[in-house]
């Protein structure tokens, strides 16, 4: 349960357990978990539905649109996040995402369709960075990995939900249902999260609520958050994630989220279809792409709480090895029981890895920035996800033999893990809290980071 005490002129003072916000969030990062999915299940309906008139081409077209929206989400998540707070920004994506879904469901013509699946990336590309980062800061340092893991285990959970609802639903009954459905959640999720979320400690320290900090801080057992020098340069948030000691762990992490979302975009955009040319039927395809979304849920978590342990850096690059030996597997077309091992496992690598690269950013940057380092790191991993589904696309009309359908998405997964071993540690200068008397030291992450 949640406790609330006026403020005066603010949001009330509030608590929550961990329980409860874990719950929220993993609601929350389920919803974005089928509304991303959902399009990849439906793309076979839709390239057989006449009044759209959609086709291989303009369906990858119409998966990179999802991308472009999400680029633009997480650069506004980057600029606002700070000055307007994550709680915030996380209402009001859930708002916009569900207007898309709304959109896409009833669009007569591919315009209106792809208007919709815009407006569904730019939700998501808001919320994601910002829902990662309210949970890190609102977890207690040796709990981030572990509870960023679970959360984006609901993100497994909604992309599992989706092809399983397309194999139940489909033919047979028209795929704008799977849109639909795709809204019912929020209408029920928000009013919690509206009345029992709080501002986290590091946003009431920006904003001189230096009280409210300490005692929120205190009753949730966090340690105080520490605000560095960097974070004072706070153009659109970005100036910090470019100072002396992040600058080089910025742009390796930019190249892993590059690599990763390209894997995620380009994978559940066509992987049904990828298999569907391989031999299988749309109803095997679906189950197999249900077996990755299972080994992504139970990936995460696992992943998440041997980050805690030891570091998130190795589980990375063993995550993104992972995938490139998946793809490699799939393309020889083994025998089903190898096919969907190496499906469930294929999880963490498509998906999982780029999971896992959040919490990574989330505990390699100092508290005041890691909100922005994520939301900017993902922005530039958006050119990833808007090159996936075209990448797909172009593979699959380019008339080169079914095994590029794989080996064209192994390449980017080999070059997330040599990026990741590459990455520092991040070394800045910190400043107190605006009660510690300006006192200046070094904050450098823990080794487990």
């Known amino acids: 349960m949640s406790t609330t005490r006026k403020t005066a002129g603010q949001r009330p003072f509030r608590t929550i357990t961990e329980r409860t916000l874990l719950t ?6 389920a919803l974005e978990g089928y509304d991303l999915a959902i399009y990849g299940v439906s793309v076979p309906a839709l390239l057989a539905d006449a009044s759209l008139n959609v086709n291989k081409a303009s369906a990858g077209v119409l998966g990179s649109v999802v991308g472009a929206g999400m680029l633009i989400g997480a650069a506004l998540a980057g600029a606002l996040m700070r000055r307007v707070g994550a709680l915030r920004l996380i209402l009001a994506s859930c708002v916009i995402f569900s207007a898309g879904m709304v959109l896409s469901a009833v669009a007569q013509n591919v315009a209106v369709f792809g208007v919709g699946r815009a407006l569904v990336g730019l939700g998501l590309g808001v919320v994601l960075p910002t829902l990662l980062a309210y949970v890190a800061d609102l977890s207690v340092p040796n ?14 959970v909604g992309g599992l939900a989706a092809p399983l609802l397309g194999a139940m639903m489909l ?3 028209s795929y704008r249902w799977l849109y ?3 809204v019912i959640p929020v209408v029920i999720i928000l009013p919690f999260a509206w009345k029992l979320l709080p501002v986290p400690p590091v946003h009431l320290l920006r904003t001189g609520q230096t009280d409210e900090a300490h005692r929120l801080s205190e009753s949730m057992g966090l340690p105080v958050p520490v605000l560095t020098a960097a974070g004072k340069r706070h153009f659109a948030g970005i100036g910090p994630l470019f100072a002396p000691g992040v600058a080089r762990a910025t742009l390796l992490f930019w190249v892993m989220t590059f690599c990763g979302l390209l894997l995620v975009f380009g994978i559940t955009a066509w992987l049904p279809t990828m298999m569907q040319a391989s031999g299988y039927s ?18 995460v978590v696992i992943g998440g709480r041997i980050a805690d342990r030891i570091g998130a850096k190795p589980v990375v690059i063993v995550a993104f090895l992972t995938g490139a030996v998946s793809l490699l597997v799939m393309s020889v077309n ?7 091992l190496f499906m469930f496992l294929s999880g963490v690598g498509f998906i999982g890895s780029q999971i896992l690269v959040n919490g990574f950013i989330l505990t390699r940057y100092p508290d005041d920035i890691r909100g922005s380092g994520l939301a900017w790191a993902l922005s530039f991993g958006r050119l990833g996800a808007i090159v996936g589904p075209s990448l797909g696309a ?27 071993i590459l990455v520092p540690q991040v070394k800045v200068k910190a400043v107190g809290s605006p009660a510690a008397s300006g006192s200046v030291r070094e904050q450098i992450p823990a080794p487990g980071a």
């Open 334 to 340: 083994p025998n089903v029981i190898v096919l969907f």
């Open 394 to 420: 172009w593979v699959m009309t380019s008339g080169l033999a079914v095994e590029w359908n794989f080996y064209a998405f192994a390449i980017p997964a080999v070059i997330g893990a040599a990026a990741s």
């Open 282 to 299: 749309l109803g095997s395809a679906l189950l197999q792409t249900a077996a990755m979304w299972v080994g992504v849920g139970v990936g």
């Open 171 to 173: 033919p047979a009954a």
């Open 180 to 182: 639909i459905i795709g």
């Open 24 to 29: 929220i969030a993993f609601v929350i990062a």
């Open 143 to 156: 709990h981030r990995n572990r509870n960023t893991g679970i959360v984006m285990a609901g993100y497994a």
